[in-house]
């Protein structure tokens, strides 16, 4: 496929990430960070991001699943996915973590559990979408191109 | 867990936060400033570096951490004789939570996560961008 297309596909892809709030200006902010020094930081940071999101769901869901639910153990581990999700700009799965704290704070445990379902939702839909977004950019860069900027 | 990223301008600052992405991004911003950055997971850590007699022209402070928190810590520092500015962090932090930094002796609240242009505003502030750094 042509360059220019490439490059129109990717963008157009990237607007409705941020159109659709699956992103917000955070991610933005990573892309201005990452320069000639550090050419694959963003990369970096979301491969962390779905490392470490990954381990808190499946421990999330080990903790809520037990007879007696350690409130506090679940609120610590919400209190982490929100804080990365918003340093990424992952902006869906942050605003479930917000409703989730609220669910641990009435130490709710079928509120806790349907977020739970939720925040996993946002969390696999954005993954797809970012896998999408950098394989763009592979092809874009594969195909002799820049990839453009989206600010 | 202390990381010591070395430059050559002379400013220093002092990352507290529990969450290693928060740490990575924010890494990045300060290294780009071309400020030397050490890193701690926790405000007892973060205590335990001023007490081993590290000095730091800037102190980012995460609100929520295991172990203790970063009110506590800020606390700690001043009682030390700790006179470095304190920037607080913290997301989604009700007006009483801030009060409460405050009062604990930050010198001010940034809202999470931190940006190009928060941080930049920061510096200037305390007067360490590029060109302006704090005499020691």
Known sequence: MEIGNLQRRYLDFASTLFHEGFLDNQFTQLQQLQDESSPEFVLEVVTLFFEDSEKLLDELSRTLNQQAVDFKKVDAHVHQLKGSSASIGAQRVKNVCVAFRNCCEEMNQEGCLRCLRQVRNEYFLVKNKLETLFALEQQIVAAGGSVPMMW | ?136
């Not at chain 2, 305390?126 to 302006?132: C, P, T």
Request: proline share 3%; glycine share 6%; hydrophobic share 45%.
């Open chain 2, 1 to 136: 867990m202390a990381a010591l990223a070395i430059s050559s301008c002379g400013r220093r600052a002092l990352l507290v936060d529990d969450n290693v992405i928060n740490r990575m991004v924010v890494r990045k911003l300060v290294e780009e400033q071309g400020i030397a950055l050490e890193e701690a997971e926790n405000g007892k850590e973060a205590v335990e570096l001023v007490k081993e007699g590290r000095v730091f022209d800037l102190i980012l402070m995460d609100r929520e951490m295991p172990v203790m928190d970063g009110p506590q810590a800020t606390k700690q520092l001043r009682s030390l004789g700790v006179t470095t500015p304190i920037v607080a962090l913290s997301a989604d932090a009700m007006q009483s939570d801030k009060d409460s930094f405050l009062q604990a002796g930050a010198d001010d609240f940034v809202e999470k996560p931190l940006s190009v242009d928060k941080f930049a505003l920061v510096l200037t502030k305390y007067g360490l961008q590029d060109g302006q750094a704090a005499d020691q």
